[in-house]
Each structure stands twice: as C-alpha cells, then as structure tokens.
C-alpha cells in the first residue's frame, strides 16, 4: 500500500503526512464530532461541556495511538493509512464509550451507533481525503 503524501508545492516537494500531524487530525475529527453532537442536542456550557463529552473519546483515540506504536515499532510512521485510521477509531468508539459509561454518562445503543458512525466518518474520512486528492494530484 502506498504511503498518503501531502503536497503543497511541485511534484518533487511531496512529503509523507506525519504522525503529529495525524494526532491533530484525528483529535479535531473528535472534536468536531462532539461540537455538532452537541449542537443538535442544544446542551449547556460550550468549552466546559465539550472537553467534559470529549475527553473519553480522546483518551480512547489516544489508546488506538499507542496500540498502532507498539504494533509498528521500527517500521514506517502508523497513522496515514485507512487501516490505521480504523485502529484509532476502533480505540475512540470502544475506549471511549467505556470511559464514558464507567463516568456516568450515558451509552445507549442508539448513541454507540450514531457515535460509532460519526467517528468512523470523520477518523477514517480525512484520510480517505488525503490519500485521494494525493493520488489526484499526481
């Protein structure tokens, strides 16, 4: 499988994506998710009740992260590809919805479904993205 690339120049100035640059991405595709759950539920308090929604989900991506380190120790950079990208969403929707559930907060099926969805769209989406519009490009 190819590596995704980012381009911002000329051909020859194509770049692999970088893992931090990965983790910023996956972390504001969680957060967005949370912003626009949020919004259509028209809940309280804006910063302090979305970090309060969204840090099991960040720990839980966070802990997809470090399974993809571990597994690829030594070898090319994890999280530029699909197969990543479903490691970290695996790690955001299961971490998560356990974190959430032993915090008292609620995971009915309906919301383990519609989060699972949302995350999946959004963690495997931008990735999806880059890999074509990298392709695209060449």
Do not use: C, K, N, Y
């Not at 539920?41 to 839980?60: C, I, K, N, Q, R």
């Amino acid at each position: 499988m190819e590596p995704v690339t980012q381009t911002s120049g000329p051909a020859s100035a194509v770049r692999p994506v970088s893992d931090p640059v990965a983790m910023a991405a996956d972390a504001a595709a969680v957060l967005l998710f949370v912003v626009i759950g949020r919004g259509s539920h028209d809940e309280g308090s804006v910063l302090a009740g979305t970090l309060a929604t969204a840090w099991p989900f960040l720990a839980g991506a966070a802990l997809g992260w470090a399974a993809l380190a571990v597994a690829r120790r030594g070898r090319d950079r994890p999280g530029r590809s699909l197969p990543a990208g479903a490691v970290v969403w695996a790690g955001a929707v299961a971490g998560g919805m356990v974190l959430r559930h032993l915090t008292g907060g609620g995971t009915p099926w309906s919301f383990v479904l519609v989060g699972g969805s949302f995350l999946g769209l959004f963690l495997l989406g931008w990735r999806a993205a880059v890999r074509w519009t990298g392709r695209r490009g060449r």
